[in-house]
Nanobody, 121 residues
């Protein structure tokens, strides 16, 4: 079993930046961020393969968000810039033992409890 803990959420204003962090209890192969807005399904944001740093982003995150990792700390980060009200959601960190970076929920066996990000207009 792998345990994940997310930190870094909060209330910010439009245009602000926020950095989310996720630490795992042991190393996995890939990590990702998903988000779930009120009343909507959980959707993919970004993923990273820990071995070589290869990344994958959803279109709405490309250019504004950046996923990174620190293998020594078993950590993954999501730097979010130029935040918009539509980015408001609970952000979930996920981990997988697969090297594939698909944005499919079922690809990820391990999940954190989520951290709330609220962007006010």
């Amino acid at each position: 079993q792998v345990y994940l803990v997310e930190t870094g959420g909060g209330l910010v204003q439009t245009g602000d930046s926020l950095r989310l962090s996720c630490t795992t209890s042991r190393r996995t192969t890939s990590m990702a961020w998903f988000r779930q807005a009120p009343g909507k399904e959980r959707t993919f944001v970004a993923a990273i393969r820990l071995r070589d740093g290869t990344t994958n982003y959803t279109d709405s995150a490309e250019g504004r968000f950046r996923i990174s990792r620190d293998n020594a700390k078993h950590a993954c980060y999501l730097q979010m810039n130029t935040l918009r009200p539509e980015d408001t959601a609970v952000y979930y960190c996920a981990a997988s033992n697969s090297p594939l970076l698909f944005g499919t929920i079922s690809m990820y066996a391990y999940w954190g409890q989520g951290t709330q990000v609220t962007v006010s207009s």
